[in-house]
């Protein structure tokens, strides 16, 4: 029986009984059978009917650790070799899990930052399991510098919310999935996404970052927050483990003008607003604004252009018959509103709509989001272009500057 410690109790056993021999083969120091939050209770209350033995508890052991328990002197090898990962990757698992008890037989030939992380800007980028910050950096950033095939990539992260991100981002050709879901796997390269912007004790267990990075075979890349960590230690020790071995710790150069929303940047988004006329009760509307005006003040290209705030959407339209009788009146509503529109002020014709969509007002599934595509549909009709800049994006310059040129240029 193979990778034992991802087998439960019960099935085990019923495997045992089939046989006259066996050979368990399982590693305590990677990540245990799971058991769904249904299941744990409904376990645990047949093992207090029926007074289970505490080494066959299904809800709090595997396999490999019951086989452990009730046959302690059955005989037991450490199969010490290790014949998959380069040194430097699997030497971190080593020292830090295995007790330096390992025999590394794969040869080191001096590779550059065969262990690296990548450290986002500080910020509250997590929402919930999801970051698409991280998501961001890892599509943007990590993956151009493999120098791997895709298929020989694997992207891992803890949160199957991730896993659904990254997969939307990244398309079908890098394989994506939870850590859990790649132990008895491996590739060239794996790259891993934290999510969380403090790490926390599901992130920072020994038994997933042991599977993570073991994964890979010739290039490890972390992924993870650049706020201080005080709270883990496991992960911590990883990143000093990469320093240590004068690999790369490469801090991101993605941001956004959103970033001045968080708690880290009170000072500079205080002195940000002190510059900029304030439009409105939402500082992220205030910060859209302060950068709508810087654009069009540095390039010549834009300076016949200027910006109206909250520009009622019903003004903007003559002909209602291409509307059907619920788009005519979430229109007419007075207070239906485009957030900014740049218009021409020489023709006064508009040119583009934007919005600043707030991620947890405008997330799919709210009624926001459903407004949201209602307003989509409506400007499509009359073909005025639009922008939706969300607080979770990022390069909202080079975003507004392309999209003007395209209209413009």
Known sequence: MDEASQISVEIGALALMCARN??????????????????????????????VDARYNCAGISFLES??????????????????????????????????QLAIMTEDRGEADVISAWRTVPGDHA??????????????EVLPNLPYDSAEIGVITPYN???????????????????????????????????DDTIKTFVDDPNLLNVAVSRAKRKFCLVVSGNEQTESRHIPDLIAYIAYNNCTITQSRICSVFDLLYEQYAKARQAFLKKHLRISR???????????????????HFCHLGIICHQPLWQLIHDWSLLDDDERRYASNRATHLDFLIYNRVSKQPVLAIETDRYKFHKRGTRQAERDEKKDRILAQYGLPLLRLSTIGTDEKAKIRARLHEILI
């Open 161 to 195: 919310e991730q896993v659904s991100a990254l997969s939307n981002r990244l398309g079908g050709n890098i394989d994506v999935a939870t850590v859990h879901k790649f132990q008895g796997r491996e590739k060239d390269a794996i790259v891993m996404s934290t999510v």
């Open 22 to 51: 066996a050979v368990i083969v399982g590693d305590s120091m990677q990540l245990p059978n799971v058991i769904t939050d249904a299941d744990r209770p409904r376990l645990q209350a047949i093992g207090a009917k029926h007074a």
């Open 67 to 100: 086989v452990c328990q009730v046959l302690p002197n059955a005989p037991q090898t450490l199969l010490r070799e290790h014949y998959r990962c380069h040194p430097k990757i699997i030497n971190f698992c080593n020292q830090k899990f295995y007790g330096g």
């Open 282 to 300: 939402f500082d992220s509307e205030n910060l859209t604004f302060g950068l709508l005006k810087k654009i069009l003040a540095e390039d010549a």
């Open 127 to 140: 929402r919930g399991q999801f970051n698409q910050r991280e998501i961001e950096v890892v599509a943007r």
